[in-house]
């Protein structure tokens, strides 16, 4: 890998870790103000809304400045997001501001790869990338969990901390330095070289041109089975991150930082995943996954009918005076597993689409093309799950119908690609 590589890497793993402690943080502090569960669903919607909205102008964005000053510049606001919920702005709303920072960093961190690595190294710079993230997602929702725990309630009751008066805010004010962290570092990122020209200065220009990327990417017989397939996958997994915290409390009985190292455990079968499909699947062979994305809706809804319910009460494996519950015990493996196949399946897709993007236009516009199919997907699939809280429906059914709907729609991608090769030849695209 090119020097520079490895800063990257990092700076993303210390951004990503602090984006994961922070939903826990901010959906302890729904809870401190006594949200109703609908709420959290629209937290993310918030969020997600930025990267939809600003579609159009983030990737000119990214294009016209050097990739690490915008991921500095994102890293800022995300930072400001934190000190707004801390100064008790309402978390939706300062989430809002922390999406606008995320929505302009994904278009860098992903077209740095582009403009420093060849082709033949994506597919191992994105398992380093997912794998950094995933690592950070397991820390980060693990140190979420940490500081709304009861032992950080116990601290902030013992210490009189200037605008900190809960769990809740510890762990925003501890967000928001990783996120000054992560900015530090993004000084170090070297100048890759390229230079886009400066489209900001034409607003009106850039919803035309955005336009015409959506298109030039869907209208592609290659691009478009990647960007269906990772579109479905993201917002399926968005949603699933929230729904996991529901499972856990509902089938295992967990509170919110005993469900968040499940969700992080989750992110360790995605760094084994995404390992494995690094050093298995090359570019060329990347479609041959589609059939591990229908494999992830089967085993989604298999676990939507684990429970603890399952086993006999009060049995488990004791290590010394620690009792691990057999529902428990079981639970990790599942949870690593689906993450493995979710793991296994993005990574080749995401380098097949960075690819092509790159080739038929820049790297900033074809990611924020990406961006955006992926986060639209988002705020339909959280906002179906919005409506099946208030309509009450039990939350392993809601698992089932995602699973369901994940299962058929990655079956219909993998009919279209079928269809696609009998009339062109996918690897020469690949090799273009």
């Given at each position: 890998?090119?020097k520079?590589?490895?800063?990257?890497i990092?700076a993303?793993f210390?951004?990503?870790?602090?984006d994961?402690a922070?939903l826990i943080?901010?959906?302890a502090?729904?809870t401190?103000i006594?949200?109703p569960?609908w709420?959290?669903p629209?937290?993310?919607?918030?969020?997600t809304v930025?990267?939809?909205?600003l579609?159009?102008f983030?990737?000119?964005f990214?294009?016209?400045?050097q990739?690490?000053?915008?991921?500095?510049v994102?890293?800022?606001?995300?930072?400001?997001?934190?000190?707004?919920m801390?100064?008790?702005v309402?978390?939706?709303?300062?989430?809002g501001?922390v999406?606008f920072?995320?929505?302009?960093?994904?278009?860098?961190k992903?077209?740095?790869?582009?403009e420093?690595?060849?082709p033949?190294?994506?597919i191992?710079a994105?398992a380093?990338?997912?794998s950094?993230?995933?690592?950070s997602?397991?820390?980060g929702?693990?140190?979420?969990?940490?500081l709304?725990s009861?032992?950080?309630d116990?601290f902030?009751a013992h210490?009189a901390l200037?605008l900190?008066h809960s769990?809740?805010?510890?762990?925003?004010?501890?967000?928001?330095?990783?996120?000054v962290?992560?900015g530090?570092?993004?000084?170090?990122i070297p100048?890759?070289?390229?230079?886009?020209?400066?489209?900001?200065?034409e607003?009106?220009?850039?919803?035309?041109?955005?336009v015409?990327c959506?298109?030039v990417l869907?209208?592609d017989?290659?691009a478009?089975?990647?960007?269906?397939?990772t579109?479905?996958?993201?917002?399926?997994?968005?949603?699933l991150?929230?729904?996991?915290?529901k499972?856990?409390?509902?089938?295992?009985g967990?509170?919110?930082s005993k469900?968040?190292v499940m969700?992080?455990?989750?992110?360790?079968?995605?760094?084994i995943?995404?390992a494995?499909?690094?050093a298995?699947v090359?570019?060329?062979?990347?479609l041959?996954?589609l059939p591990v994305g229908?494999?992830?809706?089967?085993?989604?809804?298999?676990?939507a009918?684990?429970s603890?319910?399952?086993?006999p009460?009060?049995e488990?494996l004791?290590?010394g005076?620690?009792?691990?519950p057999?529902?428990l015990l079981?639970?990790?493996?599942?949870?690593?597993?689906l993450g493995t196949?979710?793991?296994f399946f993005?990574?080749?897709?995401n380098?097949l689409?960075?690819?092509?993007?790159?080739?038929l236009?820049?790297a900033?516009?074809?990611?924020?093309v990406?961006?955006?199919?992926?986060?639209l997907?988002v705020?339909l699939?959280l906002?179906?799950y919005?409506?099946?809280?208030?309509a009450?429906?039990p939350a392993q059914?809601?698992?089932?119908?995602?699973?369901?709907?994940i299962a058929?729609m990655i079956?219909?991608?993998?009919?279209?690609?079928a269809?696609n090769a009998?009339k062109?030849n996918?690897?020469a695209?690949v090799?273009e």
């Amino acid at each position: 890998m090119k020097k520079g590589f490895y800063t990257i890497i990092a700076a993303q793993f210390v951004s990503s870790l602090a984006d994961n402690a922070l939903l826990i943080a901010a959906i302890a502090l729904l809870t401190v103000i006594a949200s109703p569960a609908w709420v959290t669903p629209l937290l993310q919607i918030f969020f997600t809304v930025s990267y939809v909205v600003l579609a159009p102008f983030v990737g000119a964005f990214a294009d016209a400045l050097q990739k690490r000053h915008v991921m500095l510049v994102s890293n800022a606001l995300k930072a400001c997001g934190c000190l707004l919920m801390i100064a008790g702005v309402h978390p939706m709303i300062a989430y809002g501001v922390v999406g606008f920072g995320a929505a302009a960093y994904s278009p860098a961190k992903y077209g740095i790869l582009t403009e420093l690595l060849p082709p033949e190294k994506l597919i191992a710079a994105n398992a380093w990338l997912e794998s950094a993230t995933v690592l950070s997602t397991i820390i980060g929702t693990m140190l979420g969990g940490a500081l709304v725990s009861t032992y950080a309630d116990r601290f902030v009751a013992h210490h009189a901390l200037p605008l900190i008066h809960s769990s809740a805010d510890l762990a925003m004010f501890a967000v928001m330095l990783t996120y000054v962290i992560a900015g530090l570092i993004n000084f170090d990122i070297p100048d890759t070289g390229a230079r886009y020209a400066n489209r900001l200065k034409e607003p009106r220009r850039l919803v035309t041109d955005f336009v015409h990327c959506f298109n030039v990417l869907w209208a592609d017989k290659l691009a478009q089975i990647a960007l269906w397939v990772t579109t479905l996958m993201w917002g399926a997994a968005v949603t699933l991150q929230l729904l996991v915290l529901k499972w856990a409390d509902v089938n295992l009985g967990l509170s919110l930082s005993k469900a968040a190292v499940m969700q992080g455990v989750t992110g360790l079968g995605i760094a084994i995943g995404a390992a494995a499909a690094a050093a298995w699947v090359s570019l060329r062979a990347s479609l041959r996954v589609l059939p591990v994305g229908v494999l992830c809706g089967v085993v989604a809804v298999g676990m939507a009918f684990y429970s603890k319910g399952l086993f006999p009460p009060g049995e488990g494996l004791r290590i010394g005076h620690f009792l691990l519950p057999f529902y428990l015990l079981f639970a990790y493996p599942l949870m690593v597993l689906l993450g493995t196949l979710a793991g296994f399946f993005i990574v080749p897709m995401n380098a097949l689409l960075q690819h092509r993007g790159a080739t038929l236009l820049s790297a900033g516009h074809s990611i924020a093309v990406q961006n955006f199919n992926q986060n639209l997907a988002v705020l339909l699939m959280l906002g179906a799950y919005a409506l099946l809280l208030t309509a009450r429906m039990p939350a392993q059914w809601i698992i089932v119908v995602f699973g369901t709907f994940i299962a058929a729609m990655i079956g219909l991608a993998m009919r279209r690609s079928a269809a696609n090769a009998r009339k062109v030849n996918l690897r020469a695209l690949v090799d273009e």
